[in-house]
């Protein structure tokens, strides 16, 4: 690889960040720049080639399906004295506010141990981060409590498990860089 390209990738790697529905603009995120980013997920390195991510993509009135799913899952398993209402319009307000939300599905295969499978749907998750980032549009990765209840609403197979959401949209953020601790701290030298 070209030494200039690995300049642009650590820049890329760099700047990537978690870019949250409130900076989202209205502009839409073509079908077909989809499936371009979902084709660099698919890049993803997988033992035994399990291959174990799958995507459910919610776009256009989809996202008002889901908007409503999560807003009613959010009331119906939240303890009454817990519930708030601004929480459940903002679990709405956060989808109907995206391009694009991507529903993260691992597909266990139990030909590997889970854990590679789950490693390597993150591996999958990171590149469709990366390659967002690099396309100019913003995502961040929600796991919330009420994935574990998605099972009917997103036809998962007994062997399949929600992740997570992946929320994206044009947006109007500045770069921000990193808070991380120095990578000096996580590295114990042998030789
Ligand atoms: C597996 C995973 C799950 C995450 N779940 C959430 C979440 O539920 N809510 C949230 O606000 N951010 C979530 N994040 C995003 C992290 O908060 C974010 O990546 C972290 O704060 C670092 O910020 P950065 O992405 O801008 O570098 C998740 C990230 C990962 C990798």
């Given at each position: 690889m070209p030494s200039s390209d690995f300049e642009t990738i650590k820049k890329l790697i760099t700047y990537r960040r978690s870019v949250f529905p409130p900076s989202y603009t209205d502009q839409a995120i073509p079908a077909e720049l989809l499936i371009e980013l979902l084709d660099c997920a698919n890049?993803?390195?997988?033992?035994?080639?399990?291959?174990?991510?799958?995507?459910?993509?919610?776009?256009?009135?989809?996202?008002?399906?889901?908007?409503?799913?999560?807003?009613?899952?959010?009331?119906?398993?939240?303890p009454a004295e817990q519930f708030l209402q601004k929480k459940q319009e903002n679990t709405r307000e956060k989808v109907l506010r995206s391009g694009a939300v991507i529903a993260i599905v691992v597909s266990y295969s139990d030909t590997v141990p889970r854990w590679e499978e789950l490693a390597a749907t993150a591996c999958a998750v990171q590149n469709l981060w990366l390659a967002t980032a690099a396309a100019g549009i913003g995502g961040?990765?929600?796991?919330?409590?009420?994935i574990k209840h998605l099972g009917d609403f997103l036809r998962l197979a007994n062997n399949e498990e929600c992740l997570g959401f992946f929320y994206m949209g044009y947006h109007d953020e500045s770069p921000r860089k990193p808070t991380r601790k120095p990578i000096a701290k996580k590295i114990t030298w042998e030789g």
């Open positions: 890049a993803a390195p997988t033992h035994k080639l399990t291959q174990p991510w799958r995507f459910v993509v919610f776009r256009e009135s989809g996202l008002t399906r889901l908007a409503d799913q999560l807003a009613a899952l959010y009331q119906r398993h939240t961040y990765w929600s796991s919330p409590g009420t």
